[in-house]
T-cell receptor, first 113, second 113 residues
Framework: GENVEQHPSTLSVQEGDSAVIKCTYS??????FPWYKQELGKGPQLIID?????GEKKDQRIAVTLNKTAKHFSLHITETQPEDSAVYFC????????????FGAGTRLFVKA | DAGVIQSPRHEVTEMGQEVTLRCKPI?????LFWYRQTMMRGLELLIY????????DSGMPEDRFSAKMPNASFSTLKIQPSEPRDSAVYFC???????????FGSGTRLTVV
């Protein structure tokens, strides 16, 4: 089955700096890669996703890149702000909707003001 | 839309007691997922339903766990009897067939003493 590894487990950055979180997956059939942000006491919330037919996607300060050959994908947050502090999860699935999504272990991001 | 609604938010019970967690998915979403989150194991998929029918329950840890979805707007996850190692945050999520990603509820924090 699919296995998703995520690094680093903890990341601390200064406000205004960039943050990068990296993930690798094992199943070459996976073609959908969402990223979730989880704030304290809340459920994970989808923040951005990418499909296998796209190499990069950007939404304001966040961007995701995908390298299908190497089976890894990354989340980039620029101009970090204190409200970006949260746990971020990468995930991989075959398709969307009715397919199992396997999550990475999470990265706790601290943005210091 | 009010999102995915879970109840209760917190549950403290004694070992051996029956626990029932409840979930109301977003109207129109065809898929419903139950996840368990712990520090040690991260987010684990327990079971998921499509149009109220259980599709994959391979993540249900033991026979003590059971889940039902009697209609499109309601699902339950039951643990009987409960054990201290069942202590975790349990999330319900839903998604449409052609949607992207999941919408998670706020979770139920279960403590078994």
């Amino acid at each position: 089955g699919e296995n998703v590894e995520q690094h680093p487990s903890t990341l601390s950055v200064q406000e205004g700096d960039s943050a990068v979180i990296k993930c690798t997956y094992s199943d070459s059939a996976s073609n959908y890669f969402p990223w979730y942000k989880q704030e304290l006491g809340k459920g994970p919330q989808l923040i951005i996703d990418i499909r296998s037919n796209v190499g990069e996607k950007k939404d304001q300060r966040i961007a995701v890149t995908l390298n299908k050959t190497a089976k890894h994908f990354s989340l980039h947050i620029t101009e970090t702000q204190p409200e970006d502090s949260a746990v971020y999860f990468c995930a991989a699935s075959i398709g969307t909707g009715g397919f199992k999504t396997i999550f990475g272990a999470g990265t706790r991001l601290f943005v210091k003001a | 839309d009010a999102g995915v609604i879970q109840s209760p938010r917190h549950e403290v019970t004694e070992m051996g007691q029956e626990v029932t967690l409840r979930c109301k998915p977003i109207s129109g979403h065809d898929y419903l997922f139950w996840y368990r989150q712990t520090m040690m194991r991260g987010l684990e998929l327990l079971i998921y339903f499509n149009n109220n029918v259980p599709i994959d329950d391979s993540g249900m840890p033991e026979d003590r766990f059971s889940a039902k979805m009697p209609n499109a707007s309601f699902s339950t996850l039951k643990i009987q009897p409960s054990e201290p190692r069942d202590s975790a945050v349990y999330f319900c999520a839903s998604s449409p067939t052609d949607g992207v990603g999941y919408t998670f509820g706020s979770g139920t924090r279960l403590t078994v003493v």
